[in-house]
């Protein structure tokens, strides 16, 4: 496709249960961020890879939290023993030039 | 760390006037961009307008045009002849030149656009 594509774009979890969350950035961007945005704030910066490589992982919250890009195109961002302060929009962009962002996906942890 | 503050959580404009969104910074840096996005309810971060920091001259995208003040670390969205579509959250957002482009956003500033 044309934009960035996040898959699911809702995806609601017990707690305690481990959670994936896609991106297909444009075809060709070489950087790709994952960003969390809690209800009523701005977007916060997650982890940055360039091609397969996590460059930061800085915003990463806790060691659940796990992202990656084996081939340096999709990627996966995944969540284990999710908790209820995981509960947010997770939006994903890639870089050519300029930030795209794709639509997000909702975690809401019951 | 750089911060960026957005002193309005709502606005409101009557459709056709002109609404201004303010947005303050904090930076050690001289070279860097400054960003609007628009998220509308859909969640689709979409690139409103860009400023680099070097660049004296304000940035202008149709309707949307920006009052860059560098040495007061401003950077403010004007909206002018505001749409029905303009209604969303607006985030400022603030981006070292160089490095790995994470971006630093605000809180946003819902605007409401009434008909």
């Known amino acids: 496709g044309a934009g960035v594509s996040q898959s699911p774009r809702y995806k609601v979890a017990k707690r305690g249960q481990d959670v994936a969350l896609r991106c297909d950035p444009i075809s060709g961007h070489v950087s790709l961020f994952w960003y969390q945005q809690a209800l009523g704030q701005g977007p916060e910066f997650l982890t940055y890879?360039?091609?397969?490589?996590?460059?930061?992982k800085s915003g990463l919250p806790s060691d659940r939290f796990f992202a990656e890009r084996p081939e340096g195109s999709v990627s996966t961002l995944k969540i284990q023993r999710t908790q209820q302060e995981d509960s947010a929009v997770y939006l994903c962009?890639?870089?050519?030039?300029?930030?795209?962002f794709g639509a997000g996906t909702r975690l809401s942890v019951l | 760390a750089q911060t960026v503050t957005q002193s309005q959580p709502e606005m409101s404009v009557q459709e056709a006037e002109t609404v201004t969104l303010s947005c303050t910074y904090d930076?050690?840096?001289?070279?860097?961009?400054l960003f609007w996005y628009k998220q509308p309810p859909s969640r689709q971060m979409i690139l409103v307008i860009r400023?680099?920091?070097?660049?004296?001259q304000n940035a202008t995208e149709n309707r949307f045009s920006v009052n860059f003040q560098k040495a007061a670390k401003s950077f403010s969205l004007k909206i002018s002849d505001s749409q029905l579509g303009d209604a969303a959250m607006y985030f400022c957002a603030y981006l070292n030149q160089g490095g790995s482009e994470k971006l630093v956003f605000g809180k946003g500033t819902k605007l409401t656009v009434n008909p």
């Open positions: 890879f360039q091609n397969e490589a996590q460059l930061d």
């Open positions: 962009a890639s870089s050519f030039g300029g930030l795209y």
């Open positions: 400023q680099e920091a070097y660049k004296q």
């Open positions: 930076t050690s840096e001289s070279d860097y961009y």
